[in-house]
């Protein structure tokens, strides 16, 4: 419940569009009345057996009102849909962002398939309270009240009973969420368990079947499908008694205004003819609360779903912000990177990742980390972006502790190619545009060309506008990393980290990549991850990473002439490509 109180504030995001939504369905309301009137106007001319030429203008009012409610439903429908996307979108971009900043040590903790189906399909539910329900309330309001008002001027008992019904329908289905939303949240969680489990068990399906392990996930998603299935009966049957118990309440109202008009016509206090004008308008009392009550039902899964949101909207930083962040020193001079004896472990129990490291890269350098894999070089680029704290010693930018800046301003300040791509579901266009939102259509488009991307994207089904990332087009490894790249170049950051930025990209391609990234590095500090070892020869320095520390630092030829680890790696790939 609390939640849809929270919910509320991203409907004060949107109120423009809620209060034009509110505006149509008064127009809507309007039409309702308008026929209502005239057509208890003919009636009454029926009845009195006046003129019955008279007629003809109260039907045409009620034919014409018919007819511009059609139009209006119309124009609703499609503004509705407008609205919903802008808030889903809203919503979406607020939890992508505190993912975002939760890192990947969050991601891998929690089952990355029950964050997607809550990101996907849970901010789908949330659609009818945000944008159904509560327009629609507001709209009940103001018509519901006007009509009382009136109803209440031709007769104060009768009017009055409509005034009381008309508010118990609302709040009653207030009283029985207590009863209903644990079934509903259960649902939910079910659903969400369910289709989480599908995600990952799609994902990870070459690894099921290379472990044999398919029927056996097989059989627990049949488990799980059976468990939904039971819940979602269980749901619906809740959902049947509450609509009935409103649909009793509507019932009984309208047949005891009727009855206690009929009864004042009756006893002459007020006349036949205004029992008319009660029946229709009264009927227009009712069915926008019916309506009411059935966007009030869809919401209810959107009550849980926001729950969970909010937990992740709620989850604590294990990173903070200092009070008066820097946010200046990263705009004048080529950032400086140091690391001063950092070490570092994912957990408690494990060794560190990175033990001991000390390294300094001048603002302007091209920097090489080389290491086997495993060996703690995305741990540094973890550390750097604030995805994690060093356990101890420190990393300084600009000869300040990267801690002392504000962490939207130091991440701006770093373009990194991930080693895993991360695509999210949107356009290619939106895709690239991630690292910089209001790039124009052209930059982004020069950015895909510089990344080698521009050709690959042209072949698919729509372009720049192709969907992608989950349930959208499958890209392959190298196209990822293109658009990563692309990213990157976009972003036009001045320090600039490449971890094995091409190692999925195929040598043609990865030849054309390679000059661009050559000429992103003028004027850049750049740390580049690398597994073929051709590419870092010219770096300024190159430093090598063995169990998490620094075993060796130094040019090419400085390294191949100690004869070290970095020797040694070198030959060996010498010889893959010799024999290749
Ligand atoms: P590299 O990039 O050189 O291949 P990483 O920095 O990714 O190496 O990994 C260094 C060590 O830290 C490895 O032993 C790896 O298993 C471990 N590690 C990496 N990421 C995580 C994580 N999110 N949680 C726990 N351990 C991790
Ligand atoms: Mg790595």
Redesign the pocket.
Known sequence: MRAYGRLLRYVAAIKGEVALKVLIGLAISATYIGQALAMAKAVSIVFARSDLQAIVAPVLIALAAVLLRGFLSRMMESYSKVVAAKVKNKIRLLVFDKILHLG??YL?DKRSGKVQSLVLDGIESLEPFLVNYIPQIITISISGLAIGIYLTSLDVVTGLIIIVSMLLCVIVPYLTVPLVSRSIVTYWRSYATLNAQYIDAVQGMSTLMAFKASRAKGRELAENAQGFYVQAIRNTTFSLIDSGLMMLLTSVASAITVAIAAYRAESGIFPVMAISTFLFLAAECARPMSELNGHWHNSFLGLSVAEELFEIVDEELKITEKEHADTVSLDGPLPAVQFQDVTFA??EE??P??AGINLEIKGGQTIAVV????????????LLFRFYEPTQGSILMNGINIKDYGISYLQSKIAVVF?DTYLFYGTVFENIRMSHTDAADDKVIAAAKAAGAHEFIMELPQGYATVVGERGVNLSGGERQRLAIARAILKDAPLLIL??ATSSVDARNEALIQNTLDSLTKGRTTII?AHRLSTVQNADKIVV?DH?ELAEAGTHEELLLKGGIYADLVRAQRGDENNA
């Open positions: 990947p040590g891998s994912y957990n494990a060794k990742a990175l290491g086997k894999s495993g060996s703690g070089k995305s741990t540094m680029v973890n080693q971890d094995e991850i990473l998490g």
